[in-house]
């Protein structure tokens, strides 16, 4: 069976800025990479749309949706999920929560990603990373639904916000996204309700590429960061 991972986006870009090149990275190796997109970002993440005359709400939601599925493709997303659950704020309901404690034990990921535990900027955010910590434990306990395979006990690692300073978000993992860049990068053009952001995430990558270089022997250029939640459990320190 191949390998697994979970990505938790809280809107239908975010999984592209922040975690585009470890997707694209991980299915190229033939994992297969599930991305829930819990809202479309449609109220507060979609200035431009709405600067349409005549714009509606499905209409920038679709999209989005559009947008979004374009990204999936050229990452190589193994399943892409929209579940359309608002935004500014996001509505984290009980239902929802075992309805992603049922994604946990479906998927079974061997990793997860998701946002910074602090976003003063965006609460959709943190937000998110709650509900998303909250559905791992659960999906872990034997008395949810007996007689469903229960889940182990996946890493979970913070992808990168906007303004890590403001988010106490400090990476202890980067990764060499070098080998699938212009992959990223082509899934970044397929956002084209938020061009604005092209080039700044253009210019995080870089860094996160000088800093893997500088900690390392690897001569990379593009990388990412990422946050551990738990410690890593290693069979050597070398």
């Known amino acids: 069976m191949a390998d697994t991972a979970l990505v938790v986006s809280a ?11 470890a ?9 297969q990479v599930t991305v829930l997109c819990l809202s479309y970002g449609e109220r507060g993440e979609s200035a431009k749309l709405w600067r349409q005359p005549g714009m509606t709400l499905e209409r920038v939601k679709a999209e989005r949706e559009r947008e979004a599925r374009a990204a999936a493709a050229v990452l190589g ?13 996001i509505a984290l309901s009980r239902d929802s929560l075992f309805r992603l404690v049922d994604v946990f034990r479906a ?21 998110v990373t709650d509900f998303t910590q909250n559905a791992r434990i659960t999906a872990q306990a034997h008395g949810h ?18 303004q890590p300073e403001q988010c106490n978000w400090r990476p202890d993992m980067l990764l060499d996204i070098t080998p699938v860049w212009e992959r990223k990068r082509a ?17 995080v990558a870089l860094q996160r590429g000088a800093q893997a270089a500088r900690n390392s022997e690897k001569p990379v250029k593009w990388g990412e960061g990422f946050q551990s939640v738990f410690p890593h ?3 050597t320190l070398g």
């Open 11 to 21: 809107h239908s870009a975010d999984f592209v800025w922040r975690a585009g090149g």
């Open 233 to 235: 459990v290693v069979e």
């Open 77 to 89: 997303v193994h399943d892409i999920q929209f579940w359309d659950l608002g935004d500014y704020p």
């Open 145 to 162: 639904n007996p007689g469903q395979t229960v889940l182990g006990a996946p890493p979970v690692y913070l992808f990168e916000p906007h």
């Open 187 to 203: 899934a970044i053009e397929c956002m084209a309700g938020q061009e604005h952001l092209w080039e700044y995430y253009t210019r």
């Open 107 to 127: 998927v079974q990921p061997r990793f997860v990603l998701t946002h910074s535990k602090e976003d003063p900027y965006n609460h959709d955010h943190p937000a």
């Open 23 to 31: 997707i694209a990275l991980h299915a190229a190796h033939g994992w």
